[in-house]
């Protein structure tokens, strides 16, 4: 196996929450492998954002302003993918919110809000793209993002934590169901990562709580957008041609878990 196994070229890839964060990186970093990328968020300024600097690199980027919520509207930009493209290769559901309270003062509304977003629309982002796999017959490969939310307990992150546990649940059922069909399924699962969704209300609090998660990593600090996008290229690609139903956990070591 060589670098070429990370060539994208002639692939096409859809990327949900690529206005920002690990979606804009990912769909950034897919399209510099060669990938024609399709790049789904609601923030339609942050999408266009995300689009240019595909464009101005030299790569091919389609924007679709969309809601994960809003399964037709996924299927539209599934379909456009496919026009464009010929068929999916890839598809990353990245899309996600972040919502902060203790157990005690989570409401069911809270807790519907981020199941509806980071759960199920991933889950409609997966079903999408692989009836259109199928279809196609050519296999492909999805990626999905848990979180390090997932291997322990978070204070204040019941709704996350409880969302991004089914995504890792969804993401091994699906791949024992799809690899028949040369679809491969994988999670990333990023310990603390700086990010517009990380981001606290103040510098001070920002900082406070970059530095009580780096202290938490073996390799002493959090991450950046761009290092957790090399593990989506990675599970998208060749390279891991023999992956699938894996969780890969970029998190600076702060959960080793067999």
């Not at 689009?51 to 389609?62: D, E, F, K, P, V």
């Amino acid at each position: 196996m060589t670098v070429t196994a990370y060539d994208l070229t002639g692939r096409t890839a859809l990327v949900t929450g690529a206005a920002g964060g690990i979606g804009r990186a990912s769909a950034v970093l897919l399209a510099h492998a060669g990938a024609a990328v399709h790049c789904a968020d609601r923030d339609e300024e942050g999408l266009a954002y995300t689009a240019a600097l595909i464009t101005r690199a030299g790569g091919t980027a389609h924007a679709h302003p969309l809601d994960v919520t809003d399964r037709s509207a996924l299927a539209e930009a599934v379909e456009a993918a496919v026009r464009t493209g010929g068929r999916l290769d890839i598809a990353a559901a990245i899309a996600g919110i972040m919502h902060r309270s203790s157990v005690l003062e989570t409401h069911e509304a809270d807790l519907d809000r981020v199941l509806d977003i980071n759960f199920k629309g991933v889950l409609r982002t997966c079903q999408e793209a692989t009836r259109s796999m199928i279809a196609a017959g050519t296999g492909g490969s999805i990626v999905t993002m848990a979180s390090g939310a997932i291997d322990t307990g978070a204070p204040g992150l019941l709704c996350y934590g409880a969302a991004k546990a089914a995504v890792v649940q969804l993401t091994k059922t699906l791949a024992s169901e799809v690899g028949r069909h040369g679809i491969r399924v994988n999670a990333v699962a990023p310990g603390w990562v700086r990010t517009p969704m990380t981001a606290r209300d103040d510098e001070a609090s920002q900082r406070q709580a970059e530095t009580a998660s780096a202290r938490m990593a073996p390799l002493g600090r959090v991450g950046e957008a761009e290092e957790i996008a090399h593990s989506v290229l990675y599970l998208a690609s060749d390279a891991a041609s023999f992956t699938t139903g894996q969780i890969l956990r970029p998190n600076g070591g702060v959960a080793m878990p067999w």
